[in-house]
């Protein structure tokens, strides 16, 4: 049971470069989100899907788009990276939105130059 | 925004010690998780507390939710270097435009020696 996978693990980019982090898990669950982890801040949420077909911003939306492109997967794109970007990305799903638990991915480990 | 502190940001204590970990608000949470988190993963969920005053025990673990539900503590009785990882208290949001959505503390990086 694989869960929530994330790809990729690791990335580096330049400044104004675009990419996609690409999510999916296999546990049927309804929403999904991605958050962001910085040293000293904690996990701060950047967007969220309660279903599919449906996007909402959450604290942190800034320079982020999202995708829920089936029940199963949720995309977090930046079209214009900065350095300020440079982070942690996890992505997590539960059964119902905010339910009790959530499922966190590995992680995707983002460098911005 | 409703804020988490927790504290400390770092612990680095031998086998065999005890040591508390707090998460203190000025809000009101309708519940209270702690999570575990090792190098390369994300969280992994140890607890949810839901009721002011609940306390709840997982091995060697001590979990306790304040009675007015704008604190938390975790309690290692013996820590052990298994034990070693980063700690994280995450609060459900109970009003407001955030309604339902966690709230995380900075986290507590826990290192404990051999």
């Known amino acids: 049971n694989a869960g929530v996978t994330q790809t990729p693990k690791f990335q580096v980019l330049k400044t104004g470069q675009s990419m996609t982090l690409q999510c999916a898990q296999d546990?049927?669950?309804?929403?999904m989100y991605w958050y962001r982890q910085d040293p000293g801040m904690g996990l701060r949420l950047i967007y969220y899907s309660a279903s599919e077909g449906t996007t909402d911003k959450g604290e942190v939306p800034n320079g982020y788009n999202v995708s829920r492109l089936n029940k199963r997967e949720f995309s977090l794109r930046l079209e214009s990276a900065a350095p300020s970007q440079t982070s942690v990305y996890f992505c997590?799903?539960?059964?119902?939105?905010?339910?009790?638990?959530?499922?966190f991915g590995a992680g995707t480990r983002l460098s911005v130059l | 925004t409703q804020l988490l502190e927790q504290s400390p940001q770092f612990l680095s204590i031998q086998e065999g010690e005890n040591l508390t970990v707090y998460c203190n608000s000025s809000s009101v949470f309708s519940s209270l998780q702690w999570y575990r988190q090792e190098p390369g993963e994300g969280p992994v969920l140890l607890v949810t507390?839901?009721?002011?005053?609940e306390v709840k025990k997982l091995k060697r673990l001590t979990f306790q939710f304040g009675d007015a539900r704008k604190d938390s503590s975790l309690h290692i009785t013996a820590a052990q270097p298994g034990d070693t990882g980063l700690y994280l208290c995450a609060g459900r949001n109970a009003g407001g435009t955030s309604y339902g959505k966690l709230t995380f503390g900075q986290g507590t990086i826990l290192t404990v020696h051999p």
């Open positions: 507390v839901v009721t002011g005053g």
């Open positions: 546990m049927n669950h309804n929403s």
């Open positions: 997590a799903s539960s059964e119902t939105t905010f339910g009790n638990i959530q499922y």
